[in-house]
């Protein structure tokens, strides 16, 4: 325990666990992080992210009389999950309890994501007189809003379908922690982040689609510090 300048009687906390969620420009995630102190001014991060990814250029259209809207042309939707190891270096320490500190932040990992096939609620005619509702994997080549498709398929159909896809992680950015408990974790970090694979994850169709996302991401997280 040390005594600052503004008469403060403050801790020096050692290791800190918080979680949260997050909010990136093709989709969004949760998360949650152990940091471990290495000096007055760096620490190692521990994370684990779940989050989903989507086309930047896709878009919902909506089909009269059913609440299940369809995404015009997708393919898979896309989940991915990232174990991180990275380097938090404080720029400016939180030397009162209602202070702020800031912080740059770096990390990498693995980033496995994994493709779901989309499945939608189509009207098959079996007879001339006759019509069903069925679900079925998409294919735009034989689908459409205009013809047989009348909605989309649950969320779950077809989750032991799809292809794993094995890839890096990295991202940089910069943390604001505020919380006025001096044991308490509030956090926002915002920044850039790349997944990339070894080959294109095809969530689209009659689009390009490519090995690599980079969107900009902003956290929220909060926790506890521990000595």
Request: net charge positive; aromatic share 16%; hydrophobic share 35%.
């Amino acid at each position: 325990m040390t005594n600052n300048e503004f008469g403060e009687n403050r801790l020096y906390y050692n290791s800190a666990i918080y979680g949260g969620f997050f909010q990136h420009t093709s989709g969004w995630g949760g998360a949650i992080r152990k940091s471990n102190r290495i000096s007055a001014k760096s620490k190692r991060v521990y994370g684990l992210d779940l989050v989903s990814m989507k086309h930047p250029k896709q878009f919902v259209l909506p089909i009269s009389g059913t609440l299940r809207k369809v995404t015009y042309g997708k393919l898979n939707s896309f989940h991915i999950l990232r174990p991180t190891v990275g380097k938090k270096k404080v720029l400016f320490t939180k030397d009162v309890r209602k202070g702020v500190e800031i912080s740059l932040n770096s990390a990498a990992g693995f980033s496995l994501g994994y493709s779901k096939p989309i499945y939608v609620l189509v009207v098959r005619k079996d007879a001339p007189n006759s019509a069903r509702r069925a679900e079925e994997r998409y294919n735009p080549d034989v689908h459409s809003v205009n013809t047989n498709i009348i909605g989309r398929g649950r969320f779950l159909t077809g989750v032991f379908e799809g292809e794993f896809y094995p890839g890096l992680h990295f991202k940089y950015g910069i943390g604001f922690e505020f919380s006025p408990e001096d044991k308490g974790v509030k956090y926002l970090e915002t920044g850039l982040s790349l997944d990339a694979y070894y080959k294109r994850v095809p969530l689209m169709a009659y689009i390009n689609n490519n090995p690599y996302f980079v969107t900009y991401y902003l956290n929220f997280f909060f926790g506890k510090k521990s000595l």
